[in-house]
């Protein structure tokens, strides 16, 4: 059946909102108490950096890939059997903290974040294909909501990740989030109404789509907007830990007011961006973002200005989570412009690729800026790290 009435929609928004939201929890989880573990087992923060950097990395392979899958088959389907292998996994990942070898938890953690990242993937591109066909005319403002949902998952999953963490440890971080994605999959079973992103007859194929300069370049500057918001993950909680003796629970609180900005001014940027010219709102995170990362470490030349504290951090997380929705929301609506003022239309297919591509820009960001700063902080302070990758 093809979603055709306004509830049915709206149910199928929702819970397409939720399926994200458990599978961006994944995601982001390990952040605020994975460096902190692994340290007390031996291992070192460029192994933490790839180990988190997977789930991206998957993101990125996939997403286009999903975004050929449904021209041929069911959406609902695919967002079933992803959620399912999320649950799964999750449950998988909870039993590694009674392997000892550190060789042995370094490779099953990251083959299961591998697998959480490709069902990750799928998630995400049937979340912006199926919205973008219900609700047409508002492309901004659902992504903003999208990005909205998501984004809840990064700023809350951390800190509760951290408070499971210290009241039950590796074990019941997991497990916690293992019983929500099953709650999940059972809601999206009965609730989530298959819409038909199929290929129409006009063609269409991706390679073609990604030869397009309107649409790798937006891609690309969400890509880059998410280097900066998703580089200091892997290296805040020993940061804070080193700095100013806090624990993980500090460090996903700083997480969540980062992750905060985003979540309450994305749905006010998003109705913006569909009402005025959203090529502005990018512009000026182009400048903006790179600007307020001076202030994270702080960097030398406004360390006489701004003194590391707690405050100076948790409110320059504030400033950059409220700065990434500029660069990053008006992407879709962006590539979906440029490719119809090109081609004066927009086919099916072609919606499916732009998704997709818009979609792995975020995974790809994610992956570098994750891997980068592990590597890097190995060899200088995190003012500096956060300096330069600015």
């Known amino acids: 059946a093809v979603v055709s009435t306004q509830s049915t929609g709206l149910c199928t928004f929702v819970l ?8 961006y929890a994944l995601y982001t989880l390990p952040g605020a108490f994975l460096p902190i573990y692994n340290l007390d087992r031996g291992i070192g923060s460029a192994s933490t950096g790839i180990i988190l950097a997977c789930v991206p990395l998957c993101y990125i392979i996939v997403c286009p890939i999903a975004g050929k899958l449904l021209d041929k088959y069911s959406a609902k389907t695919m967002l079933l059997i992803s959620t399912g ?38 998630i995400d591109v049937i979340a912006f294909a199926i919205t973008a066909k219900i609700y047409p005319g508002n492309i901004a403002l659902t992504t903003s909501i ?51 992103t199929k290929r129409d007859s006009a063609g269409g194929n991706l390679f073609s789509v990604l030869k ?59 109705h913006a961006m569909d009402k005025l010219n959203p090529y502005v709102f990018m512009a000026a995170s182009a400048f903006l973002l790179p600007a307020a990362y001076w202030f994270l470490g702080p960097a030398p030349f406004v360390a006489g200005v701004v003194a590391a504290s707690k405050t100076q951090l948790v409110v320059t997380l504030a400033v950059i989570g409220v700065l990434v929705p500029l660069g990053c929301y008006p992407g879709l609506l962006i590539m979906f412009d440029l490719y119809t003022v090109k081609y004066g239309k927009m086919p099916q297919a072609v919606k499916n690729y732009i998704t997709a591509i818009y979609c792995a820009s975020f995974p790809l960001g994610g992956c570098i800026g994750s891997a980068m700063s592990g590597l890097i902080a190995e060899k200088l302070t995190f003012s500096l790290t956060t300096t330069y990758i600015s």
């Open 85 to 122: 292998m999320l649950a799964v996994v999750t449950f998988l990942s909870a039993a590694l903290g009674h392997v000892t070898n550190n060789t042995w938890f370094i490779v099953l953690i990251v083959l299961l974040r591998l697998i959480q990242g490709a069902n990750g993937g799928v």
């Open 212 to 270: 397009e300069v309107a649409v790798w370049f937006p891609a690309w500057h969400s890509a880059a907007c998410m280097i900066l918001f998703n580089f200091y993950i892997p290296i805040l909680s020993p940061y804070v830990q080193a700095s100013f003796n806090a624990g993980p629970t500090f460090a996903g609180f700083a997480l969540l007011i980062n992750t905060a900005g985003i979540c309450i001014t994305a749905p006010f940027l998003g």
């Open 16 to 23: 397409i909102n939720l399926s994200l939201f458990v599978s």
């Open 146 to 196: 999208i990005e909205t949902s998501l984004n809840l998952a990064v700023a809350f999953s951390p800190f509760l990740g951290g408070v499971f963490y210290e009241a039950g440890g590796f074990y019941l971080s997991f497990v916690v989030t293992a019983c929500a994605v099953t709650v999940v999959l059972i809601g999206t079973f009965f609730g989530v109404t298959n819409v038909d």
